[in-house]
């Protein structure tokens, strides 16, 4: 079945302790990207990767780090997470990228984080 | 800077209406619009994309139109169900080599249909 995992789904962490959320994609996608998601704020995007080792920021990328080695994975790290970083947080993939006709945008079910 | 709004931010219908969802933006220079729906604490399903060069989208009941030159976007819902309850959200796609946001969603329209 095609889909975008993300792991884990729930996760309630201290501040200042590193974590990572994962997320994979088995549809061969170039393009990944994660997304918060806040109340009265909508969905913003935090960092984007066009393909293998290139990634560039979104709209919201401070405090967080992404890396992209390989095409299907592409996690999101907080190495140091504060209270201001609890929310939604959602992975999604898409052939490509913008400026073809397939680029449409497949989402993972999230990650609710919390930070205290 | 790219800003998109949703128009209503909620509606209540009763089943079997047909309805209009709006999205507008600001910066006429998008590659794509695509319209989603999120049920509660569920991840996002993609409804209909359409790209910058078309006029419009349909999948079953619903049809996506856009207007470029306008900045808008409207979603219609033929003949609702509950099963369409749900929030909608509109996100515009922008060209690579532009310095803001690749992606900007906007706030969402909370739809409910009464049975």
């Known amino acids: 079945e095609a889909q975008v995992t993300q792991n884990p789904r729930y996760l309630i962490t201290v501040t200042g302790k590193k974590l990572t959320v994962t997320c994979s994609q088995n549809m061969n996608h170039e393009y990944m990207s994660w997304y918060r998601q806040d109340p009265g704020l909508g969905l913003r995007q935090i960092y984007y990767?066009?393909?293998?080792?290139?990634?560039d920021k979104g709209d919201v990328p401070e405090g967080y780090k992404v890396s992209r080695k390989e095409k299907r994975n592409f996690p999101l790290i907080l190495e140091s997470p504060s209270p201001n970083q609890t929310s939604l947080y959602f992975c999604?993939?898409?052939?490509?990228?913008?400026?073809?006709?397939?680029?449409?945008?497949?989402f993972g079910p999230g990650t609710r984080l919390t930070v205290l | 800077k790219q800003e998109v709004t949703q128009i209503p931010a909620a509606l209540s219908v009763p089943e079997g209406e047909n309805l209009v969802l709006n999205c507008s933006f600001t910066?006429?220079?998008?590659?794509?619009l695509q319209w989603f729906r999120q049920d509660p604490g569920k991840g996002l399903t993609s409804l209909l994309l359409?790209?910058?060069?078309?006029r419009e989208q349909t999948s079953g009941r619903l049809n996506a139109s856009l207007d470029k030159s306008s900045g808008r976007s409207t979603l219609y819902i033929a003949a609702s169900q509950p099963g369409d309850s749900a929030t909608y959200l509109c996100?515009?796609?922008?060209?690579?080599?532009?310095?803001?946001?690749?992606?900007?969603f906007g706030p969402g329209t909370s739809l409910s249909v009464i049975p």
């Open positions: 996100a515009v796609l922008l060209p690579v080599k532009t310095s803001y946001d690749k992606v900007i």
């Open positions: 910066d006429s220079a998008i590659y794509n």
């Open positions: 999604a993939s898409s052939f490509q990228g913008v400026a073809t006709f397939l680029n449409e945008q497949f």
């Open positions: 990767s066009m393909n293998v080792e290139v990634t």
């Open positions: 359409i790209q910058s060069s078309q």
